[in-house]
């Protein structure tokens, strides 16, 4: 059993600022790719960010500049730095891992259960 446990979100105004982490535990032996995901009320999942566990970053053309994704891969846990935070930012944050559940087992995805993120004056 695998599960990733995110925290950090919250409300915060326009501008501000809001760090979300997501540590994964359990049965997993290798994870491969880390990101963050999001969905805004009646819109699909999206990408929001990801990093490899060689340190490659992928950002969303609308987070560009603004998010941050780091990872420390001896915790199993990846981190989103979000900065200039808008109010089109607002969605459930989810926390995404790609691995392997055993050795040659897989990969899978396993997701976090989400997070809310509420950009507002």
């Known amino acids: 059993q695998v599960q990733l446990v995110e925290s950090g979100g919250g409300l915060v105004q326009p501008g501000g600022s809001l760090r979300l982490s997501c540590a994964a535990s359990g049965s997993i032996f290798r994870i491969y790719v880390m990101g963050w995901y999001r969905q805004a009320p009646g819109k699909q999942r999206e990408l929001v960010a990801m990093i490899t566990s060689s340190g490659n970053t992928n950002y969303a053309e609308s987070v560009k500049g603004r998010f941050t994704i780091s990872r420390d891969n001896a915790k199993n846990t990846v981190y989103l730095q979000m900065n200039s935070l808008k109010p089109e930012d607002t969605a459930v944050y989810y926390c995404?891992?790609?691995?392997?559940?055993?050795?040659?087992?897989?990969?899978?995805?396993?997701w976090g259960q989400g997070t809310q993120v509420t950009v507002s004056s």
């Open positions: 995404n891992a790609n691995g392997l559940a055993g050795a040659g087992v897989g990969p899978y995805d396993y």
